[in-house]
């Protein structure tokens, strides 16, 4: 596991949005997509709002690279399912954004079966 630069990472964690971007299989990027972000333990977690269905997820899913840009920091990246917090990162997400439908989504079995941990490469 690589860690983030701290400041870097608290200028990512600042932003309400995220633009993620998988690497297709060719190398090149696919259309960057709008998503919430979270930090838990120094750790960076996106979710797909629409589960296993979400396009950026699925994009990612086939190479597990990409990139990402938030706060003003774009980095190269790669994407790991990790389930082993998500009672965090529920927490996390309500803190951030509160507690609309878009944040019952957020935390909805269906998303959290797609939480990932970004690392930098």
Same mark, same amino acid.
């Given at each position: 596991?690589?860690?983030?630069?701290?400041?870097?990472?608290?200028?990512?964690? *600042?932003?309400?949005?995220?633009? $993620?971007?998988?690497? !297709?299989? @060719? #190398?090149?990027?696919?259309?960057?997509?709008?998503?919430? =972000?979270?930090?838990?333990?120094?750790?960076?977690?996106?979710?797909?709002?629409?589960?296993?269905?979400?396009?950026?997820?699925?994009?990612?899913?086939?190479?597990?690279?990409?990139?990402?840009?938030? *706060?003003?920091?774009?980095?190269? $990246?790669?994407?790991? !399912?990790? @389930? #082993?917090?998500?009672?965090?990162?529920?927490?996390?997400? =309500?803190?951030?954004?509160?507690?609309?439908?878009?944040?019952?989504?957020?935390?909805?079995?269906?998303?959290?079966?797609?939480?990932?941990?970004?690392?930098?490469?």
């Amino acid at each position: 596991m690589t860690d983030w630069n701290p400041a870097d990472l608290a200028a990512i964690d *600042g932003d309400g949005e995220l633009r $993620v971007a998988a690497h !297709r299989t @060719d #190398g090149t990027l696919r259309t960057p997509r709008i998503v919430w =972000h979270v930090v838990v333990d120094g750790a960076l977690y996106l979710r797909s709002v629409r589960g296993t269905d979400g396009a950026w997820y699925r994009g990612v899913q086939r190479t597990g690279t990409g990139e990402i840009d938030a *706060g003003g920091v774009r980095a190269e $990246v790669t994407f790991t !399912r990790d @389930d #082993g917090h998500d009672d965090a990162i529920d927490r996390a997400y =309500h803190a951030k954004y509160g507690s609309g439908e878009a944040v019952r989504r957020i935390t909805s079995p269906a998303a959290t079966s797609t939480t990932l941990r970004v690392e930098p490469r």
